[in-house]
């Protein structure tokens, strides 16, 4: 984004500078940088949890109003995920060390014969960014182990992703079995893929349907907040 | 209009293998007209492009037939063609109407983790999945596409020799196990057949 890139030195610049270069570097994915530019905020005395939320959230928010958009493709959108996670990997043992509260707590996964995981993946990243504990179960997911997971993490919010016509009946099985199992209440279910649109999260039963990524941390938070 | 003509709005992707199937089948009365392979990638612009092409094209024809499955769209090149009269090729994508449904959830069961080949695809595979994922500009990203496949499943149509070459070496460039199976172009002719067959049963 900038042609001048290379007289750039981030250490140069003041805060206010180097927010704003952040978030050109994280929307050209350059992963370097942007990891580069979270370790001097925190050398500057910034707390973690500002750097998370000023730099890279917000970062990443107008990354996804731009995919949103149709102005970036999935490419860019995965090298600036790649970007913001090299700033996470700093960020994340602080914000443990120092017992940040999360926002609140999700299980996600890719439904049962589905091993589609990009979608899941830029969700679970964009939840963590925004401040919530993330337990992904990964791709190919039982409903009883989605059960399994309930019970065990008790998550505020479960996320479902399919990209298949073929395999996003699977959720109605999801969700049907943890209605059978008198946990359904216990959640709010996001359902989230390609195929899918808010009719059939309706029909389903779940909570939302989610577009993106972006939408998907937006209606967490906006459940979080009734459930306040 | 042309006297019992039926038009067959298609992917360009599979505009080969159709006009394979009407001549095999002798049908003089049907017309191709194709929309850009590409959409392939796009599927949004998929029902757009079709219903504008429906409504240029269908006074002069007695009949229009879609050759696409839903490939994508999520429902919406049905809610586009709703109201039309025109009906499409049943299935999910090519894949499934080129091993013909049976074959293509045997092998879906078999191996969630399998990515699709179809002849148009092992030839193009350059223009659509490696510069249409990005990974010419971003090899990188590789891993984030294709981690989760454990092979790729050449569906052939024709499977010359060179085909299944190119093709082997696609799976090898992605590191993934390569599977070879002819299905030719039976099952998908036996999809339009029915529909196609004669034009003053479907007028």
Known sequence: ?228 | MQERSVLVIACGAIARELLRIRDMNGWQHVQFQCLPASLHNSPDRIPGAVLEKIRAERDKFSRVFVAYADCGTAGELDKALEGTGVERIPGAHCYEFFAGRDVFFELAEEEAGSFYLTDFLVQHFERLVIQGLGLDRNPELAPYYFKNYKRMVYLAQAGSDKLQSMAKSHADRLGLEYIYLYRGDDPLRALLTPVLENSEAVT
């Not at chain 1, 490419?75 to 790649?82: H, I, K, R």
């Not at chain 1, 960014?129 to 993330?134: L, N, P, Q, R, S």
């Not at chain 1, 791709?139 to 008790?154: K, Q, W």
């Open chain 1, 1 to 228: 984004m900038n042609d001048q890139y290379d007289d750039i030195v981030l250490a140069e610049l003041s805060d206010e500078e180097l927010i704003e270069q952040m978030y050109d570097d994280l929307y050209d994915g350059l992963a370097d940088e942007v990891a580069e530019g979270t370790q001097i905020l925190l050398n500057r005395g910034w707390d973690a949890t500002r750097v998370l939320e000023e730099a890279l959230v917000a970062g990443m928010t107008i990354v996804g109003v731009d995919f949103r958009d149709g102005i970036l493709f999935v490419p860019e959108v995965l090298m600036a995920a790649n970007a913001m996670k090299a700033g996470m990997a700093l960020l994340r043992p602080i914000l443990v060390e120092t017992g940040a509260k999360p926002v609140g707590k999700m299980v996600i996964g890719t439904v049962k014969g589905d091993i589609h995981d990009i979608g899941k993946n830029l969700v679970g990243m964009m939840m963590e960014g925004a401040g919530f504990e993330v337990v992904d179960l990964g791709i190919n997911v039982e409903a009883d182990t989605f059960v399994a997971a309930l019970e065990e993490h008790r998550p505020d919010i479960l996320g479902m992703s399919a990209l298949l016509t073929t395999t996003m009946p699977y959720m109605q099985v999801v969700i049907d079995t943890l209605k059978k199992q008198g946990v359904r209440e216990q959640c709010t279910v996001l359902v989230g893929g390609a195929p899918l649109n808010e009719e059939f999260s309706r029909v389903i039963g779940a909570d939302a349907y989610c577009r993106d990524a972006a939408v998907a941390v937006e209606v967490a938070k906006s459940f979080m907040a009734d459930r306040a």
